[in-house]
């Protein structure tokens, strides 16, 4: 059997045990994506009002929020999830399970990319519900075209990735599930100061470059144009090229930590 061959086999079978493990114990990834619906809820009812008139020159109405809001919840869903990654990582390194895998014929980055592939299918399926829930209480994207949907799932699809090598990393030094958390916060901090609830304009002078050029902010304003058709403008680069730094800064990083030799 090829190198590739038995990568793809042993990567596979990563895959499905992550994905019943995932299935067998949902608390982790139902408390996760708690915070995102909770505060798309909180912040549609209760202060969706007093928000809009911050949105579109002071005339926007609730659903307009809802429209500018839900994109960039959206991508806290993908934060969010990223922090249960970093913990389910962290756990195995601490169960012995990862030991006993070193001593096992399989394709040694298989377990990263077991891990890899499982979480950002999940994250993409958190997405997903979230979306929903954001299309009950009155999201719309009526001008999208099915390639501007094509381009945004894409955008969503590769944060994601970037996103989970990420917290991959986290993971794999952290000393236990506690720390991994910890150490996955920015992933759940970084959203709340980013353009997800008020523009950037409407921030402090001072702040509004820490705003702007964090890796959240351009994803979240180029999924607004494709979906919403406002403007991109340089976003679009921005966003990918936040993306492939740090999905090469977190592959590298784990790729390196994972394949340290054990004291």
């Not at 005339?59 to 993908?78: C, F, H, K, N, Q």
Request: net charge neutral; charged share 10%.
């Amino acid at each position: 059997m090829s190198n590739l061959s038995l990568a793809v086999r042993d990567s596979s079978t990563m895959l499905r045990r992550n994905l019943l493990h995932a299935r067998r114990y949902p608390s982790l990834t139902l408390n996760l994506l708690l915070t995102p619906v909770m505060l798309l809820l909180l912040f549609v009812y209760i202060f969706g009002d007093t928000m809009s008139a911050g949105i579109g020159g002071g005339g926007a109405d609730r659903s307009e929020y809802i429209a500018y809001l839900v994109p960039g919840v959206l991508l806290m869903t993908i934060g969010s999830t990223a922090v249960g990654t970093a913990v389910s990582v962290a756990m195995d390194m601490n169960e012995g399970i990862i030991a006993r895998f070193r001593t096992m014929a399989i394709h040694r980055g298989s377990v990263l990319i077991g891990h890899v592939l499982g979480s950002v299918l999940q994250a993409i399926m958190s997405v997903a519900f979230v979306g929903a829930i954001g299309v009950a209480i009155g999201f719309r994207s009526t001008d999208a075209t099915a390639l501007e949907w094509i381009a945004a799932f894409a955008l969503l699809t590769l944060f994601t990735l970037a996103l989970t090598w990420l917290a991959v990393g986290m993971g794999l030094v952290s000393p236990n599930a506690e720390a991994a958390s910890n150490n996955a916060l920015p992933l759940v901090f970084l959203p709340l100061i980013s353009s997800t609830f008020v523009p950037i304009d409407a921030m402090p002078g001072w702040f509004q470059p820490i705003a702007e050029y964090q890796p959240f902010t351009p994803a979240i304003e180029t999924l607004r144009g494709l979906l919403l058709g406002s403007e991109i403008g340089y976003n679009g680069w921005l966003a990918i090229a936040w993306c492939l730094a740090l999905t090469a800064l977190g592959y590298f990083w784990s790729k390196s930590v994972f394949n340290r030799d054990p004291k």
